[in-house]
């Protein structure tokens, strides 16, 4: 099963971006479609986006088009999730998943089977 590891949150400003990265380990993450979820205080887990295997294609939520966009190194087993034009509101900890190996997954956390342990994004006002 593999593992996953992301880095890259932090405090910044309304209007502000950030670069999230999610690392893979234990398997060669060109296995796995990859998806990006975000859990606010209070809120249940959102899907922000998922990339297909190669990177070619990417399936974005509502609150993510237009701002947020998908990519994935797999060279270096690293999926990235870049975050921009960042509001309050994108305040959450923001964690990358897995599917089973081969399988796509879509927009329910329930398609996913290997989570990293979650990044803190805080944007201030």
């Known amino acids: 099963q593999v593992q996953l590891v992301e880095s890259g949150g932090g405090l910044v400003q309304t209007g502000g971006s950030l670069r999230l990265s999610c690392v893979a380990s234990g398997s060669t993450l060109d296995k796995y479609y990859m998806g990006w979820f975000r859990q606010a205080p209070g809120k249940e887990r959102e899907f922000v986006g998922s990339?297909?295997?190669?990177?070619?294609?990417?399936l974005y939520a509502d609150l993510a088009k237009g701002r947020f966009t998908l990519s994935r190194d797999n060279a270096k087993n690293t999926v990235f999730l870049q975050l921009n034009n960042l509001k309050p509101e994108d305040t959450a900890v923001y964690y990358c998943a897995a599917p089973s190996e081969f399988l796509a997954g879509g927009k329910n956390t329930y398609e996913y089977h290997s989570w990293g342990q979650g990044t803190q994004v805080t944007v201030s006002s």
């Open positions: 990339i297909s295997w190669s990177g070619s294609s990417t």
